[in-house]
């Protein structure tokens, strides 16, 4: 069982960045791809990005694309997610997932317990 652990969520202003990591209990997780969701309250858990086991290659939701940079550093068993402009309608819980990419996107196998993002408009 892998456990994964978000950090680095908080409050931000509109046109802010903000970084989040999610590191892996295990270095077994150094072989699974890994990536992020977000969800807002009464919302369906939505893609954000993934990464695969090597970092070499990403997928992003559209509404991430040129703002958002997922990347990974094997040797610390952690992923990070950079976020630049940020917009209030990024405001949500993100989590951290690893699991396997059929295509372009994660079916998760494992869950972090998410971390708050809050834009201020």
């Known amino acids: 069982q892998i456990r994964l652990v978000e950090s680095g969520g908080g409050l931000v202003r509109s046109g802010g960045s903000l970084t989040l990591a999610c590191e892996a209990s295990d270095r077994s997780a150094n072989n699974i791809a890994m990536g992020w969701f977000r969800q807002a309250p009464g919302k369906a858990r939505e893609f954000v990005t993934a990464?695969?086991?090597?970092?070499?290659?990403?997928y992003y939701a559209e509404f991430a694309k040129g703002r958002f940079t997922v990347s990974r550093d094997n040797a610390k068993s952690t992923m990070f997610l950079r976020m630049r402009s940020l917009k209030a309608e990024d405001t949500d819980v993100y989590y951290c997932?690893?699991?396997?990419?059929?295509?372009?996107?994660?079916?998760?196998?494992?869950w972090g317990q998410g971390t708050q993002v809050t834009v201020s408009s």
């Open positions: 990464v695969d086991y090597t970092g070499e290659k990403q």
């Open positions: 997932a690893g699991g396997v990419i059929p295509e372009t996107t994660i079916t998760p196998v494992y």
